[in-house]
């Protein structure tokens, strides 16, 4: 992101959810490094606050830390009372929470797929929705919902995962239509296999991954920030999952349906 992008921001403050690990610490790191007021939101108040108190000194920017669990109805509430702040104006949401499941429909809860709709889908369209109509009143701001490679297509046989990230890609891309008018961005980062913490938390055993597959967090970050800056609205990064997303888009169905293996995230990403 240009300096002039960067300076321009830092009167208001980057919102980032899941930031303690994984895309969402990348954020944080980045964002800090570039000048920006900080508000991280995650589950584990302690990690949190070391993670809070690494950046205030590395980079002596104002950080806050909002522990809040987005698959509860109290957790969503409190960021959503945050992002509506008008003292406190949010510039930049980063909603990158999320989670998966290691094992497939009949095998799971009702229980297990509610809680993954509600942080993978409904805590995004609430804290967006909380989001947008300050920036669009102050015609600056904008919003990056981590989404996935894997939500371009059924990849995941018994996975209700990608779909919950069609819809993350599917909503922010119209969403950003409707505000791009208004001087606001709305963006979903895409990603393919990233180096996190996100398939260990889920019990996914990655080990048969190639390794030229994987991404770092910290080149998500920095081709997702660029292609906010050229106003994209969905953005792959990387070249092979740009070409993995043609593939996904263009194949016809059955020949993917027929080559999809149930490998909990065969084209996957990290959620933070």
Not at 128 to 141: D, I
Not at 226 to 252: E, I
Request: some cysteine; overall charge positive.
């Amino acid at each position: 992101m240009p300096s002039s992008e960067r300076s321009s921001r830092r009167a208001g403050a980057a919102l980032v959810t899941g930031a303690t690990s994984g895309i969402g610490a990348a954020f944080a790191r980045r964002l800090a490094a570039d000048g920006w007021r900080l508000v991280l939101v995650a589950r584990d108040a302690e990690r949190l606050a070391v993670v809070a108190a690494e950046l205030r000194e590395r980079h002596g920017t104002p950080v806050d830390v909002l522990p809040a669990d987005l698959s509860t109805e109290a957790g969503t509430g409190q960021v959503e009372d945050r992002l509506r702040s008008a003292d406190e104006p949010v510039d930049l949401l980063v909603n990158n929470a999320g989670i998966s499941l290691n094992r497939p429909f009949l095998r799971s809860s009702a229980d297990d797929e509610a809680r993954l709709l509600r942080l993978n889908v409904l805590a995004v369209l609430r804290l967006t929705h909380a989001a947008l109509p300050g920036m669009t009143e102050r015609r600056r701001g904008a919003v990056i919902n981590v989404s996935s490679v894997a939500g371009f297509g059924a990849v995941m046989p018994g996975s209700t995962y990608s779909a919950s990230k069609a819809w993350v890609t599917n909503s922010s891309e119209s969403v950003g239509q409707s505000v791009r008018p208004f001087g606001v961005r709305v963006m979903a980062l895409c990603p393919g296999y990233t180096r996190t913490e996100f398939h260990d938390r889920a019990g996914i055993n990655m080990s048969k991954t190639p390794r030229w597959l994987w991404l770092r967090a910290d080149d998500v970050v920095a081709e997702g920030l660029r292609d906010l800056h050229k106003g994209k609205l969905v953005s792959v990064p990387d070249w092979k999952y740009k070409l993995a997303v043609f593939g996904l888009r263009h194949t016809p169905r059955g020949v993917l349906h027929g080559v999809a293996r149930d490998t909990r995230g065969r084209i996957g990403r990290d959620a933070g």
